[in-house]
Nanobody
Framework: QVQLVESGGGLVQAGGSLRLSCAAS????????MGWFRQAPGKEREFVATISWRADNLYYADSVKGRFTISRDIGKNTIYLRMNSLKPEDTAVYYC????????????????????WGQGTQVTVSS
């Protein structure tokens, strides 16, 4: 089992920045690919970013490319999502997720590929 706890959400004005954190516990964090998803009211959960456990393979949704940065600190069992130039349409509950990956190089883009999820953290961007 892997437990994930997100933090760092909040209210920010358009153009501002936030950094989300996701702390993992329970199993060897380095064997898991990680991802960030978000879900706005009335919408389906959507992919935001993913990182392989070796941290050398990253992938972003087109809507956040160039504004968001995913990273991980294996020593701290934590991944981050740095969000810059935030827009009102970024408003959502943000979730981190983990999936076992022994290769260390693969990334995963769909929610169905992830086995473990955090409880989510609210991000609200005002115009």
């Amino acid at each position: 089992q892997v437990q994930l706890v997100e933090s760092g959400g909040g209210l920010v004005q358009a153009g501002g920045s936030l950094r989300l954190s996701c702390a993992a516990s329970g199993r060897t964090f380095s064997s898991y690919a990680m991802g960030w998803f978000r879900q706005a009211p009335g919408k389906e959960r959507e992919f935001v970013a993913t990182i392989s456990w070796r941290a050398d393979n990253l992938y972003y949704a087109d809507s956040v490319k160039g504004r968001f940065t995913i990273s991980r600190d294996i020593g701290k069992n934590t991944i981050y999502l740095r969000m810059n130039s935030l827009k009102p349409e970024d408003t959502a509950v943000y979730y981190c997720a983990a999936t076992r990956d022994d290769s260390g190089i693969y990334v995963y883009l769909t929610a169905a590929e992830y086995d473990y999820w955090g409880q989510g953290t609210q991000v609200t961007v005002s115009s």
